[in-house]
């Protein structure tokens, strides 16, 4: 396998690179786009000795990608801020070239360097996508050498449903994968976020126990970086999860800290969800009527952002408890108000929450209030679940909360199933590629509506909770 002299190494126009440390470590920044007031850097870091692998005649080593930018249009104003502002060492960088940057962009574990594994051989695309063939960008660093962008996704993370679905995406597989990638590397802000993944997926598979083990990992990563963004999405996620393992004080009191953060940074889209989940921890725990100013509330918000991905699941949750409460009426005009939505928006889980609707409507007293309302709010693709209390006459210490809701989104499943077709390629494409840009997107997950990107670009009748895929 042939090797690169990294000291001695001519770059490409543009391409600046620190000296090689002496771990063996290398960072090359890459000059991107100028959008009139700041130019743009990548910044591409291998892991301290980093290993070289060889496969379809392509050599290449892991690396880290983060965005950094640096200011070329100022302004009064500007200079001003500039020359009265902290430095701050942790986003603040010096390029080669002596000139700060400010880093703007999260870290990405998904690109690598790359060179033929041969002395005479080429690279190109061809070669390329042999070793990764979901990548998406080949860019030339040097002669014979490439950042190649994309290489942690998998070929074909789902296969078809001979009834016409669609198997569920091995997202453990996936989520592992990030983790341990992110180890490797060293990267404890990679590690966090994947630890987070992998936490909502262990919650979708109805593993709230490993759910909370690595929601809490995430936290102490979290913490420790002082990342309060991520803190928050974690604490949004770990009190979900206590709330599954049937440890109501707890999860009450982990959402509340998420509340606040939420609220601190003025985070929308977490705060609705937030206030969903506290809905279902006091509905859970016998409080029913405190649930309605804080889906009220959530239901505006949501409102607002145009997210009509969240405003069935909250319709639902109120219907739930207005019939804890013995609100027949009200309770059935808040479902019907969900279907109505999920109807609209072209959701084939409508036929669903109508059916369990018609249960209720014919007898709820031998149902028990909530046993018909039971179940979640499902959009096809791995979604956040919302779900009622315990069933009437159902013995005490039965079937938990998110247990009940797992299976009835396997019901619901069965339900529909054959009706699902899958969208084409080029929808599917079109679709990763705005996700892909998108600050809510985790890399598996959209943090807004919860669900699993590789799912749900699949399913003809899902849209983006706040409208960005292409119609």
């Known amino acids: 396998m042939r090797s690169v002299d990294w000291k001695n190494l001519t770059f490409n126009d543009g391409v600046l690179a620190e000296p090689v440390r002496d771990d063996g470590r290398i960072a090359l920044w890459l000059p991107g786009a100028v959008d009139g007031e700041y130019q743009y850097w990548d910044r591409i870091v291998t892991s301290a000795r980093p290993e070289t692998t060889a496969e379809q005649g392509v050599a290449a080593t892991p690396a880290v990608a983060t965005r950094a930018r640096r200011r070329v249009s100022d302004g009064l104003f500007g200079r001003l801020a500039r020359r009265l502002g902290r430095r701050d060492p942790e986003t603040t960088w010096t390029l080669p070239s002596g000139e700060e940057v400010e880093r703007c962009g999260e870290r990405r574990a998904d690109v690598a360097l790359a060179w033929p594994a041969e002395d005479a051989a080429t690279l190109d695309e061809a070669s390329v996508r042999r070793r990764w063939p979901e990548f998406r960008r080949l860019q030339p660093l040097a002669d014979g050498l490439f950042l190649v962008e994309g290489v942690g996704e998998p070929a074909k993370p789902q296969v078809e449903n001979p009834k016409g679905g669609a198997e569920p995406v091995d997202l453990v597989s996936l989520g592992q994968h990030a983790v341990e990638s992110a180890r490797r590397q060293g990267d404890s802000q990679a590690e966090s976020l994947a630890l987070t993944d992998?936490?909502?997926?262990?919650?979708?598979?109805?593993?709230?126990?490993?759910?909370?083990?690595?929601?809490?990992?995430?936290?102490?990563?979290?913490?420790?970086?002082?990342?309060?963004?991520?803190?928050?999405?974690?604490?949004?996620?770990?009190?979900?999860?206590?709330?599954?393992?049937?440890?109501?004080?707890?999860?009450?009191?982990?959402?509340?800290?998420?509340?606040?953060?939420?609220?601190?940074?003025?985070?929308?889209?977490?705060?609705?969800?937030?206030?969903?989940?506290?809905?279902?921890?006091?509905?859970?725990?016998?409080?029913?009527?405190?649930?309605?100013?804080?889906?009220?509330?959530?239901?505006?918000?949501?409102?607002?952002?145009?997210?009509?991905?969240?405003?069935?699941?909250?319709?639902?949750?109120?219907?739930?408890?207005?019939?804890?409460?013995?609100?027949?009426?009200?309770?059935?005009?808040?479902?019907?108000?969900?279907?109505?939505?999920?109807?609209?928006?072209?959701?084939?889980?409508?036929?669903?929450?109508?059916?369990?609707?018609?249960?209720?409507?014919?007898?709820?007293?031998?149902?028990?209030?909530?046993?018909?309302?039971?179940?979640?709010?499902?959009?096809?693709?791995?979604?956040?679940?919302?779900?009622?209390?315990?069933?009437?006459?159902?013995?005490?210490?039965?079937?938990?909360?998110?247990?009940?809701?797992?299976?009835?989104?396997?019901?619901?499943?069965?339900?529909?199933?054959?009706?699902?077709?899958?969208?084409?390629?080029?929808?599917?494409?079109?679709?990763?590629?705005?996700?892909?840009?998108?600050?809510?997107?985790?890399?598996?997950?959209?943090?807004?509506?919860?669900?699993?990107?590789?799912?749900?670009?699949?399913?003809?009748?899902?849209?983006?909770?706040?409208?960005?895929?292409?119609?």
């Open 198 to 471: 992998l936490g909502m997926i262990a919650m979708n598979a109805g593993d709230a126990a490993s759910a909370v083990t690595h929601l809490q990992q995430a936290l102490v990563l979290c913490r420790a970086l002082g990342d309060r963004d991520r803190e928050t999405d974690v604490l949004c996620n770990l009190g979900y999860a206590l709330l599954g393992v049937g440890d109501g004080q707890a999860a009450f009191e982990t959402l509340q800290s998420a509340l606040g953060m939420a609220r601190e940074r003025r985070d929308v889209y977490t705060e609705k969800l937030v206030l969903e989940r506290l809905s279902l921890v006091l509905i859970k725990h016998g409080e029913p009527a405190e649930t309605m100013p804080l889906t009220d509330r959530a239901l505006e918000m949501a409102r607002a952002v145009g997210d009509r991905h969240q405003q069935p699941r909250l319709l639902w949750i109120q219907a739930i408890a207005l019939a804890e409460l013995n609100r027949l009426d009200q309770a059935i005009a808040q479902a019907e108000a969900s279907i109505a939505i999920l109807r609209a928006e072209g959701k084939p889980e409508a036929a669903w929450y109508e059916a369990q609707l018609q249960r209720f409507r014919s007898d709820p007293s031998s149902l028990g209030a909530t046993a018909a309302l039971d179940g979640p709010i499902h959009g096809g693709a791995a979604a956040t679940s919302a779900a009622a209390p315990g069933t009437a006459g159902q013995p005490k210490g039965g079937p938990g909360l998110l247990k009940m809701a797992f299976t009835a989104t396997k019901a619901m499943a069965n339900f529909i199933g054959s009706g699902m077709k899958p969208a084409s390629a080029d929808v599917q494409k079109a679709r990763l590629a705005v996700c892909r840009t998108c600050e809510h997107h985790t890399g598996l997950r959209c943090r807004i509506c919860g669900c699993f990107t590789s799912v749900k670009v699949k399913m003809t009748h899902e849209q983006c909770p706040i409208g960005k895929w292409p119609s």
